[in-house]
């Protein structure tokens, strides 16, 4: 088992930039392959950008490559989102999710992980 804490959402103006921190308790996160969603009222959770436990390998959504990143540090447990530019259609619940794999394709699909956090607001003013 492992627990997810997600943290750093809040409010900022159109082109500013937030960082989001996904802190694992439990378990070692290093073995852990982990993805950032996003979801917002009446839509289907939205997949943003995922990492794999081997070989750092990372994956974004059309919609935020170039601007967001995905990255490790495994002596704090924990998984970072940088987000850049951002843009009012920005505007979520964000969430990160873990799953125990060694895969070294980044997984996209909500269903393919098997713990999630809580999420924290993101909402970008125009």
């Known amino acids: 088992q492992v627990q997810l804490v997600e943290s750093g959402g809040g409010l900022v103006q159109a082109g500013g930039s937030l960082r989001l921190s996904c802190a694992a308790s439990g378990r070692t996160f290093s073995d852990y392959a982990v993805g950032w969603f996003r979801q917002t009222p009446g839509k289907e959770r939205e997949f943003v950008a995922a990492i794999t436990s081997t070989g750092g390998i990372t994956s974004y959504a059309d919609s935020v490559k170039g601007r967001f990143t995905i990255s490790t540090d495994n002596a704090k447990n924990t998984r970072y989102l940088q987000m850049n530019s951002l843009k009012p259609e920005d505007t979520a619940v964000y969430l990160c999710?873990?799953?125990?794999?060694?895969?070294?394709?980044?997984?996209?699909?909500?269903?393919?992980?098997?713990?999630w956090g809580q999420g924290t607001q993101v909402t970008v003013s125009s």
């Open positions: 999710a873990a799953s125990w794999t060694r895969t070294m394709i980044p997984r996209q699909r909500p269903g393919l992980y098997d713990y």
